[in-house]
């Protein structure tokens, strides 16, 4: 993917009006530890039709939780139309995508019963180790990452007086996956929001960081869904999110870990 078109699909995410073709490239990039594999599009559409967890009545009733009586399934998503293929020299058979159609399906809050475990704790999804990434990302961005008890935040950036004096601190209680993503997050606000002056509003800021974290994270092959709610709930402010310079850090933290 190229700077360009992740930003233009970045503005796409942020904007209210996505098509669904415009999201087309971005099918798959979005996934639900334990829960389901959305594209990042349905994701989206979920979002934007105000749901936040949408699945099938049958799905509900896998997860341990059951649609209420008189709800109806009011959220849109697009399903793929899987067809089978044989290569007529190889004889390998394979199934590609003919287009998508759409199916309505039910919001977590139109559902009772089992809490979804992903609501206490993340999954411990990440395949790469905190322990491995943050030494590398320490010594290439020139930012003192320590580990420490850190009440009920994930973690914290604190901007330093001096660019050497830059810090972050991880909650030494998040388990590896959130203390990843918790990097991430806060990498985005070191390398955005260096100076008090860098981005005026609060959900600009958190958006970006979030942002930051999810396009890593996705990079990686993993998304948490508490990151789209994250920027959905900052988003409503509609704040100016500089996307470029999110691309750059997203870059820049690749660079090290990769
Ligand atoms: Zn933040």
């Given amino acids: 993917m190229t700077g360009q078109e992740m930003e233009d699909k970045i503005k796409n995410l942020l904007g209210s009006k996505i098509t669904a073709g415009e999201m087309d490239f971005l099918h798959g990039f979005y996934r639900i530890p334990g829960i389901y594999r959305y594209?990042?599009?349905?994701t989206i559409m979920i979002m934007i039709q105000g749901g936040s967890i949408a699945m099938g009545f049958d799905r509900w009733q896998k997860a341990g939780r059951h649609v209420k009586r008189g709800e109806r399934a009011n959220i849109e998503i697009l399903v793929p139309k899987m067809i089978n293929t044989t290569d007529k020299e190889t004889g390998d058979k394979d199934q590609l995508c003919a287009g998508f159609f759409g199916r309505k399906?039910?919001?977590?809050?139109?559902?009772?019963?089992?809490?979804?475990?992903?609501?206490?704790?993340?999954?411990?999804?990440i395949n790469v180790s905190y322990a491995d990434i943050s030494v590398k990302l320490q010594s290439a961005l020139g930012i003192n990452i320590t580990?420490?008890?850190?009440?009920?935040?994930?973690?914290?950036f604190k901007r330093g007086i001096t660019a050497g004096a830059r810090e972050i601190v991880?909650?030494?209680?998040?388990?590896n996956s959130d203390k990843c993503k918790t990097l991430f997050h806060e990498l985005g606000h070191a390398l955005l929001h260096?100076?008090?002056?860098?981005?005026e509003s609060h959900p600009a800021r958190e958006v970006e960081a979030e942002l930051t974290s999810l396009l890593v994270c996705s990079v990686l092959g993993v998304e948490f869904q508490e990151s789209a709610l994250y920027i959905k709930a900052y988003n409503e402010h509609k704040p100016e999110v500089r996307v470029l310079k999110v691309i750059s850090a997203v870059q820049k933290i690749l660079k090290a870990i990769i």
Avoid at 105 to 125: C, H, M, R, W
Avoid at 170 to 175: G, L, W
Avoid at 194 to 199: F, I, L, R, W, Y
């Fill in 170 to 175: 991880i909650s030494s209680m998040s388990n």
């Fill in 194 to 199: 260096e100076s008090a002056e860098d981005v």
């Fill in 39 to 42: 594209s990042i599009r349905n």
């Fill in 147 to 156: 580990s420490a008890i850190t009440g009920s935040a994930r973690g914290y």
């Fill in 105 to 125: 399906v039910f919001d977590i809050s139109q559902t009772e019963g089992k809490p979804l475990e992903y609501q206490n704790n993340s999954a411990e999804v």
